[in-house]
Nanobody
Framework: QVQLVESGGGLVQAGDSLRLSCAASGPTFPSYAMGWFRQAPGKERELVAAISWGGGRTEYADSVKGRFTISRDNAKKTVYLQMNSLKPEDTAVYYC?????????????WGQGTQVTVSV
């Protein structure tokens, strides 16, 4: 079993950067694909970025390509989301997820979420 704890959210202005972290517990962390989802008020949860267990494959939502970067440090059991050039439409609760594959992330383990608010 994997437990996930997100951190790094906050209130920033448009154009600023933030780095989210997701610390995982459990001995099997390196074998899990990891991802970041977000949910804005009144909207469905969407996949923002995902990374394979070894880090060799990454996926991004079109809306964040070129601005966000996902990475992982298996030795530290941590996955990161570097967010640059933030926009007000990036405002959401960001959730970390762990799953067996990139395709099954949503059916795996979830963190409690961290709020990101981007002001104009």
């Amino acid at each position: 079993q994997v437990q996930l704890v997100e951190s790094g959210g906050g209130l920033v202005q448009a154009g600023d950067s933030l780095r989210l972290s997701c610390a995982a517990s459990g001995p099997t962390f390196p074998s899990y694909a990891m991802g970041w989802f977000r949910q804005a008020p009144g909207k469905e949860r969407e996949l923002v970025a995902a990374i394979s267990w070894g880090g060799g494959r990454t996926e991004y939502a079109d809306s964040v390509k070129g601005r966000f970067t996902i990475s992982r440090d298996n030795a530290k059991k941590t996955v990161y989301l570097q967010m640059n050039s933030l926009k007000p439409e990036d405002t959401a609760v960001y959730y970390c997820a762990a799953g067996g594959t990139l395709a099954t992330l949503a059916r795996g383990y979830w963190g409690q979420g961290t709020q990101v608010t981007v002001s104009v």
